[in-house]
């Protein structure tokens, strides 16, 4: 009877101890593997924020590192590469938006977050891209619609301030 009486103090010590730190490792395992998912997302968004720049380079004619306020005059092959760099800019934001942001974010996540912000915010600032944003948002994610137009408008007004 000794024994028995042994075996069901090991079953209480292991039900009372052992499971409950056996589940605040895995939910500790869970809450890293998904931070090290999200760092993997914000790298491979910042790789391609970076090809995307590298595409610029490559199309320096475009002048899209120029100030904002700087108007060009583009002949029709010129303002087609422009309007597609315009579209894969546009389509790298949704998808930054789509995978980065949430309404309410951790600090961490905020501030990955605000990196992509500032880059819808610099490109807002060009009247060109802004005058092209709507035609490039057409049948993108609606919540991103609005959250990158409401950029643009507080981008615009600040301009005129």
Avoid: H
Avoid at 25 to 54: G, H, M, P, S
């Amino acid at each position: 009877m000794n024994f028995m009486t042994t075996l069901e103090a090991l079953s209480y010590i292991v039900t009372i101890v052992a499971l409950p730190f056996a589940i605040w490792v895995f939910i500790k395992e869970q809450r890293k593997e998904r931070a090290n998912d999200d760092k993997e997302v914000y790298l491979k968004l910042a790789d391609d924020y970076e090809r995307f720049l590298n595409l610029i380079l490559q199309n320096a004619d475009l002048r899209l590192l120029a100030p904002p306020a700087e108007r060009l005059q583009l002949n029709p092959e010129q303002f087609e590469r422009r309007n597609a760099l315009f579209e894969i800019l546009i389509a790298l934001f949704e998808r930054a938006y789509i995978l980065v942001y949430e309404e309410k974010m951790t600090l961490q996540d905020a501030r990955l977050w605000q990196t992509w912000e500032d880059y819808m915010r610099s490109w807002c600032r060009r009247i060109d891209f802004r005058e092209q944003m709507n035609a490039l948002l057409d049948g993108e994610d609606l919540e991103f619609q609005a959250y990158i137009r409401r950029i643009a408008r507080e981008e615009e007004s600040r301009k005129k301030s």
